[in-house]
């Protein structure tokens, strides 16, 4: 689980000091002001992993295959400066304590933890990026790896402490070519050096990380009349929620994948949180005929009313369906990061989402990251810390806001009883001033009338 985010010089954001991220983490605000860009710093570093090209420093994206299109590094910088250098750290929580053992002495543990970090700096090149400085912290341990000079290509390995030391082949050159993508040591690390063999396992944590994030925008695909599905079982649901039935097929059978006491599918799963959110009375997914490769999805509105076909019964349903399944489908300790996951709801069923996410928090131990407008969402949230069914350490909101040429983000203190303390001023509008200014528009229209 993603524990903390900090970064400077990336889209509108100046500078963001380091931020908790806890299992459910919401950010609000008015629009533009910069909430999105911190959700999308990290998808741009998922789709950095996940890309075969190993010579990019960071992939932008596209339209078609990354979850964003970012540009270019010129459009990315903070200011559009390319001679701004743009940095990050991020910190987590492994899965498993990471062992590892001093290669010039088996019996000597080098680092032991269940915490890892991992920070970096470029700069630009024109409209690329080129690593000055990349470092992975594992417990209170630091290994950097570090540019020789202002604007060289020539790199080297720098521990943090006098009681360890990187220990050269002998014959091999002590300098290093440029690292692979922001993130991994190159090949000749190995070569190079006798006991660097552990790197490859900081690495590869990074990128466990990472595998582990899924992402659903805030546009979801229209209903469709029948779905075809394959057979597949999708990694997610898409950027808009195309894939969500046939994950809802791939899942069948899966009982015990569900989480802790699940004792339903992940379609009876789905089918019960849309009753208990007043959106239908049943739902289920069924082949057009026998042995069909086509299917449809039915939903009854009401006991004693006919089933029709999703696109027949409003959009709410087809907008919340990818977001539940997605938070009942990606693996255990997954990381998912939603864009107003709210889009064409009714206020209860905005405020139901809240206890969506609690429960796939608590069945999944999943850690959901979300940018929202809803008041009704976030009203629930306060209620269920209030309510002792949320602890506050299970729960981090912020407020983000521009001011002046940069974006502001503020965390919100959430008191013992769900109050925020530091409410600031018109966070959802001026809701007192519009009363009072129907009030006086009421009473000037009946003075006109007497």
Known sequence: ????????????????????LAPITGFFGANSSGKTGILQLLLML??????PDRAQALIFGDDRTTPVNLGSYREVIHGH???????????????????VKDATDPKKVLLSSEKMAFEAELVGVGDRPDVARMTYQIGDRRFTMKRKGANGAKYELLPDRSDFRFVRTQGRAWDLPAPVKCYGFPDQVKAYF???????????????????????GPLREHPQRQYTWTGAEPAD???????????LLGARGRRAKLGRGMRRSLEEHVAWWLRELGLVHSFHVAPVSEASSIYQVWVKKASGSAEVLLPDVGFGVSQILPALVLCYYVPEHSTIIMEQPEIHLHPSVQAGLADVFIDAVKRRRVQILFESHSEHLLRRLQLRVADERLGRDQIALYFCEMGGNHSTVRPLNVDLFGNITNWPKDFFGDQFGEMAAMTKAALGRKAKRQ
Request: charged fraction near 25%.
């Open 46 to 51: 998922k789709q950095t992993v996940e890309s």
């Open 1 to 20: 689980m993603l524990t903390e985010l900090s970064f400077s010089n990336f889209k509108s954001w100046h500078e963001v000091p380091p931020m908790r």
């Open 81 to 99: 400066d390319p001679s701004s250098s743009l940095s990050w750290r991020i910190a987590w929580d492994l899965l498993k304590r990471l062992v």
């Open 194 to 216: 006798q006991n660097t063999g552990f790197l490859a396992d900081l690495q590869l944590e990074f990128e466990k990380l990472f595998g582990r994030v899924y992402y659903l």
């Open 237 to 247: 649901m898409g950027r808009r929620g195309e894939r969500v039935v046939d994950a």
